[in-house]
């Protein structure tokens, strides 16, 4: 694809998804907030679409926005909070600070890697160089790329990963569990044994 | 400098201020999530210089926040019920 | 434990392979030998806690619980169970240790056959497998172990079945088994160290296996703390070996004894002397013999196993698994064979007057424990070990003897709800009439033990004293005359307590009681066949190893019998260098010089006479003894405990123990308490007070810090995200 093409979409993504920032932000409600991140989320999958993070932006977009997402949205319907437009910004003084301490990261993130500069990263977006990446992609195709470590180098965090997923399950189990009158125990098995996987 | 790694410090940026000046703790969440999503665009980037690796860290980023997810939200239900708000100025039980 | 059940299943890799010239000696399932038990265990216990948490339910609703009826009728699977558990993995791996006997018989096994299973530690230069040593000494002691205590599991089926704590019982035993076995299979030290620190574990636990009694509690504690001190020596002993040899491995500690180590060196001397303090301790010699008489607080079957047969035979064990480092410090062997002299005349004395029978059992065993490390200190290993073997034999036959008529006088005064004391031999007399067998047995056992021929004592006991005089020779030869002495006198004792002790539990007028007369009675089957094995061992036993001057004399049958000295042939690997290096300083010393002698033992006692003639002196003494006191016996006036007058004199002496404990008790017990009073009243006070104020100001300057604590998720979040920010900052070059 031409790079300047590629470029011109990268921009556009980019203003999409820091505007989409601001809204969740400043989003008057919850929902607003939400729907804001939802297309963050997107531009952002879209940017990993333009650096080669094929596999990446498609689970972006399917358990982010996909999942996490709608959990959240569930969540927010649940308790109601979807009419609440009242803005619950902290007051001016604070934000202030909070703008000042959050501009501050921002600002020596952006100064660290300035440093980067001549260790390959240099290059604007940093297409198409042919790089070693890019390679592989060609050998092992997208998903393969990514699947091959994660099965052999990576498969113990990965497995791990696995039972992480098992006790949030049964933890979110156990926290939002309404107290039943008689004790009934939780079942976190069955359910954790879906999410495990 | 990379284009994209701008992109990355600013997002992390927004999502630290959204940190700090809201009171809801759903949105408050939100922003943690853009936080960890501004993460996940730098190690992209740096993936491309430096192999594969970042991706698969992408990968785990996700996977815990997906397990961070449910588990918060389910603190937050429970908060919930008990104070019937989830404003986090109005309960002080981060203490002892 | 699990992964140490699954390795030891699948059998060991083999390191020291037997000499290719000979066939060679292929072990069979050794690693399930050791485990069998360490099963019985695992299920045993499982079903004694099943038990508890069943009892406990019940005394919680409020109900008796009773184990014997259960809840569905008939016997409660927690007690049927260990019945056939606990016997039966004894009895697969007596099985498995008699098929491995077997294949080592028909091999030709010269070297040890080591099979290592898994590296246990390996820290710098120390490295630690565990390994299975299999060779002649401890094939002797795996067959006693498991041959003795299966027929004690046998037994105590019977003996303790009324027992609420039946389930528990057996685990314990089983896993006293276990631990036993890693003792005498273990090929390194620190492996026979576990077995050794669990074989104490177990007699710990068994002892005060009616912890509910106070004074059998304290017995247990007794026993171990006692043990501790000996521990200690042994743990200098490994240190020191260590330091010397760099590896613990038996192998190779006795294939470079030799070579690193001096004759009659500090370093061996100041070695085989600490190892005496540990094995003095686990055998009960002096000084550390004091716990045994009060291990009889235990079920008499476990002092048949473990305070007779097995466990405080280990001392002796060891003395003879490190023969080398004995044989080459001369001052280690005579200290040895001193304190087994010393200890088998004393407790002798002791025995004499006692009249609750499982003390004199208690003593008897103490002094006959004196007698084997007599025979390793003179440097006769085999027939130490030979003795140790002899006396699993009659003295398990005696104990449990002793068992069944606890058994049947407690039943006796349970039905009659009486609270005289079962074990009292003023209470008994006459016995024979009511339990027949049990007498039979215990007689044979009593000659045996007496040195009477052809019982199984009298080779073995004999073959020591013989041996002690006959090492009369060297530098300490005064000293072994003194030795050989004290164990033909400690003998002719031996004779008298235990004749004494038949004669008050079976002859006589009884003194049980008119109405309690009629519930005495035979044990069972399950008691009495074990008892009838016993018998037929401690008559034939001592045959196997018969000298070459009386095999062909009419004491040994006149030739009649095939072999001569064949454990001794049988242990000769082992124990075949400590004897070569004996031989040796004494020649080199030229204390041989113009004697007769064989293998460094002379061919005469020290005042004449050669080995038949004091074999013969001996048992016709001991006989004259036994006949003299059972005659003299019958006129003796004995009265029922309630009824007998204190003692007197130096009967009382006797009685009392030479008030041994009491001196340990104002000598080490009370000083010890009165310091840690002391150290615990002002120097604790003191400690106290610094670490109370140091924790005061901690708190009060963390009540400071706690104020910073606001409980606000807003503020952590800001004083997080400043924080980060601070130290991009000043790491930002």
Redesign the interface.
């Known amino acids: 694809m031409d790079i300047d093409l590629l470029s011109t979409a ?1 921009s556009i993504l ?1 203003v999409v ?2 505007g989409s ?2 809204g ?2 400043f ?1 008057r409600s ?1 929902v607003a ?2 729907l804001f ?1 939802v297309s ?2 997107a531009s ?1 999958a879209g ?2 679409v333009i ?3 094929h ?2 932006a498609a ?2 977009v399917m ?2 926005a996909g ?2 997402m709608v ?2 949205l569930f ?2 319907m ?2 109601n ?1 979807g009419h609440d437009y009242q803005q ?3 007051g001016w003084a ?2 202030m600070v ?2 000042f ?3 501050g ?3 020596v ?2 100064q660290r ?2 440093d ?2 001549g ?8 297409l198409p160089n042919g ?3 890019d390679r ?1 992609i060609e050998e092992l195709g997208a998903l393969g ?2 699947a091959e ?2 099965y052999t180098t ?1 498969v113990v ?1 990965f497995e791990i ?1 696995g039972i ?2 098992l ?3 049964v ?3 156990v ?2 569990k ?1 107290n039943v009158e008689g004790g009934g125990t939780v079942d976190g098995g069955a359910a954790g044994g879906e999410g495990g996987r | ?31 943690i ?2 936080q960890l ?1 501004a993460v ?2 730098a190690l ?6 430096h ?3 970042g ?2 860290f ?3 980023v ?10 918060g ?6 908060i ?2 008990h104070y019937e708000t ?4 109005s ?6 | 434990m699990a992964s140490a059940v699954v390795l030891l299943a699948q059998g060991g890799q083999e390191v020291v392979e037997g000499s290719a010239a000979h066939a060679s000696f292929d072990p069979l399932l050794p690693g399930l030998i050791v485990l069998l038990p360490l099963i019985g265990f695992l299920v045993n216990g499982a079903l004694a806690l099943s038990h508890a948490k069943k009892s406990a339910d019940a005394v919680r609703v409020g109900e008796e619980y009773d184990p014997h009826t259960g809840s569905g009728g008939g016997r409660d699977l927690t007690h049927t169970l260990p019945s056939w558990i606990g016997p039966g993995v004894m009895l697969g791996a007596f099985i498995l240790v008699l098929a491995n006997f077997a294949r080592m018989f028909g091999a030709d096994l010269h070297d040890p056959v080591v099979l290592e299973y898994w590296t246990w530690m390996a820290t710098g230069t120390l490295e630690v497998s565990v390994s299975l040593q299999l060779d002649p000494l401890s094939m002797i002691m795996m067959l006693v172990i498991t041959g003795v205590g299966f027929l004690i599991h046998v037994f105590s089926v019977g003996y303790m079945k009324d027992d609420v704590g039946y389930p528990r019982y057996f685990a314990y035993l089983n896993l006293f088994v276990f631990f036993m076995l890693v003792l005498v299979m273990g090929a390194n030290l620190p492996l026979l160290f576990v077995g050794w620190e669990g074989v104490g574990l177990c007699s710990y636990l068994l002892i005060g296996f009616w912890f509910g009694d106070r004074e059998k509690s304290d017995a247990g504690k007794k026993a171990f703390i006692v043990n501790r001190i000996g521990d200690f020596g042994f743990l200098i002993a490994m240190f020191l070996l260590f330091t010397v040899f760099g590896t613990l491995d038996f192998v190779a500690i006795n294939a470079g004894a030799e070579a690193s180590l001096v004759y009659g060196g500090a370093m061996v001397t100041a070695i085989t002397l600490f190892m005496l303090l540990g094995a003095s301790g686990k055998s009960a010699q002096i000084p550390l013999y004091v716990w045994l008489p009060d291990a009889m607080a235990g079920p008499t079957p476990v002092s048949a196993l473990i305070h007779a047969a097995t466990m405080v035979t280990a001392g002796v064990y060891l003395v003879a698994r490190t023969s080398v480092l004995f044989a080459l410090s001369p001052v280690g062997s005579v200290t040895v064979a001193g304190i087994g002299a010393a200890t088998a005349l004393f407790a002798a004395t002791i025995a004499l007057v006692q009249t609750d029978i499982k003390k004199v059992l208690a003593y008897s065993t103490v002094s006959q424990l004196g007698y084997m490390f007599l025979g390793v200190g003179v440097g006769a290993y085999a027939a130490g070990v030979f003795h140790l073997m002899t006396h699993a034999f009659f003295k398990a036959l005696l104990f449990l003897g002793s068992g069944a008529v606890i058994h049947s006088m407690h039943h006796a005064y349970h039905a009659t709800h009486s609270h005289e004391d079962a074990q009292d031999m003023r209470n008994m007399g006459g016995l024979r009439r009511y339990m027949p067998w049990t007498a039979l047995f215990m007689w044979i056992a009593t000659l045996a033990i007496a040195g009477i021929w052809p019982f199984a004592g009298f080779f073995s006991k004999d073959e020591i004293i013989w041996y002690a005089g006959a090492s009369a020779v060297g530098p300490f030869a005064p000293l072994y005359t003194v030795f050989w002495v004290v164990a033909l006198a400690a003998a002719m004792l031996t004779a008298f307590y235990m004749t004494r002790m038949m004669v008050m539990t079976f002859h006589g007028a009884n003194r049980t009681g008119e109405e309690e007369r009629g519930h005495l009675h035979e044990a069972p089957l399950t008691m009495t066949v074990p008892l009838s094995i016993l018998a037929f061992l401690s008559i034939f036993g001592g045959w196997i190893n018969v000298p070459e001057k009386i095999r062909t004399s009419f004491l040994g049958g006149g030739g009649a019998l095939p072999m001569s000295e064949w454990l001794h042939d049988w242990l000769d690997p082992v124990v075949h260098a400590a004897v070569v290096v004996r031989e040796e300083a004494l020649v080199a010393a030229g204390a041989l010089a113009g004697q007769e002698h064989h293998y460094g033992f002379l061919e005469h006692a020290p005042v004449g006479g050669g080995e038949l003639t004091w074999a013969l002196i001996s048992t016709l003494l001991a006989a004259a003894v036994v006949a003299g006191t059972f005659i003299l016996g019958a006129r003796w006036a004995i009265r029922p405990a309630k009824e007998s007058a204190p003692l007197a004199g130096v009967k009382k002496l006797l009685y009392d123990k030479w008030y041994v404990d009491e001196f340990y008790d104002a000598v080490v017990v009370k000083p010890i308490l009165g310091t840690s009073r002391f150290l615990w009243r002002w120097i604790d006070r003191g400690i106290d007070f610094v670490v109370g104020g140091v924790g005061g100001v901690t708190k009060g300057v963390g009540w400071v810090g ?1 104020l910073v ?6 503020v ?3 004083v997080l ?1 400043a924080g980060v920010l601070v130290i991009l900052w000043f790491t930002r070059f």
Do not use: H
């Open positions: 990268y980019a998804a820091v920032a601001l969740v932000v989003g919850p907030s939400l991140m963050s989320l952002i940017i990993f650096l080669e993070a596999f990446l689970i972006q358990v982010y999942a996490i959990l959240f969540v927010i649940l308790l909070l619950d910004l902290k604070w934000s909070a703008l301490v959050s501009g990261i921002g600002g993130l952006v890697f300035l980067l500069r260790t390959g990263l240099s290059l604007g977006l940093g790089n070693a990446l592989s790329v990514i470590p994660l990576y965090p990963t992480l997923l006790v949030a399950i933890g979110a189990l926290l939002a309404r | 400098m990379n284009a994209v790694l701008a992109l990355s410090a600013v997002l992390f940026a927004i999502g630290t201020l959204g940190v700090l000046v809201r009171r809801n703790a759903i949105i408050m969440f939100l922003c999530e853009l999503n996940n665009l992209v980037a740096f993936s491309r210089a192999g594969i690796d991706q698969i992408v990968f785990f996700m996977t815990v926040a997906a397990a961070e997810a449910a588990v939200l389910a603190i937050i239900i429970a919930f019920r989830v404003d986090v100025g309960f002080n039980l981060l203490k002892w | 706690s604590q606001t409980g606000s998720v807003n952590y979040a800001f995200t």
